[in-house]
C-alpha cells in the first residue's frame, strides 16, 4: 500500500509539474500527447521548442510506438495533407509549436493505447548549429485537450497513415 501511494504521488507530480524540460540547447515547454483508443495505431504529441542559438529537431523516438516521426499538416488548397518532414529548424531564440493542424510528433505503430492521464516517454534528437547531436528524454503527460484546454480531437480524424 505504501508503495502504491508513493507511485502514485511520484505520477500526479509529474502530471501537475510543468511539462517542460531544457538541455543547453533547446528548451521544451507544454508538452503532453493526445490519449488514443482501442485499435487506434497511431497518436500526436505536442510541445513548444525554443533553441537559444538555433538548432534543429532531427528524430523523435518513444518505446510506446513503433515509429515516432516528425510531422507538418498544412493546407494545400482546399485539402490538409500530412506529411513527415526530415528536420525541423529552431531558428535561434524563437519559439516553434508543435501542436494540433500543425507541426507535430506523429507516435505511429503504437503498442498498446495511450490512456488519459498517463504518462509516455519521448526522446527529442536535436542538432546544434555546429552538427552535434543531443538527445533530451522526455516524460509527456496524456492527455485529451492541451494544457491551456483546447482539443486535438479533430488532428487526426480522416487522416490516415
Do not use: C
Not at 46 to 64: H, I, Q
Not at 129 to 148: F, I, Q, W
Amino acid at each position: 500500500m505504501k508503495k502504491l501511494f508513493h507511485t502514485a504521488a511520484v505520477f500526479a507530480a509529474l502530471l501537475s509539474a510543468p511539462a517542460w524540460a531544457q538541455t543547453p540547447a533547446v528548451k521544451v515547454e507544454g508538452a503532453w500527447a493526445r490519449a488514443s483508443v482501442q485499435g487506434q495505431k497511431a497518436t500526436g504529441a505536442f510541445m513548444r521548442l525554443t533553441a537559444k542559438d538555433g538548432a534543429r529537431l532531427v528524430r523523435a523516438e518513444s518505446p510506446a510506438a513503433g515509429l515516432a516521426e516528425v510531422h507538418e499538416m498544412k493546407m494545400e488548397g482546399d485539402i490538409m495533407k500530412m506529411r513527415a518532414v526530415p528536420t525541423l529548424d529552431l531558428p535561434a531564440g524563437k519559439t516553434v509549436e508543435l501542436k494540433p493542424g500543425g507541426y507535430h510528433i506523429m507516435l505511429l505503430d503504437l503498442k498498446a493505447p495511450l490512456a488519459k492521464d498517463s504518462a509516455v516517454p519521448i526522446t527529442l534528437v536535436f542538432q546544434d548549429t555546429k552538427g552535434v547531436e543531443s538527445k533530451l528524454n522526455l516524460t509527456l503527460p496524456v492527455g485529451t485537450a492541451a494544457p491551456g484546454g483546447a482539443t486535438a480531437g479533430s488532428m487526426m480524424d480522416g487522416h490516415k497513415h
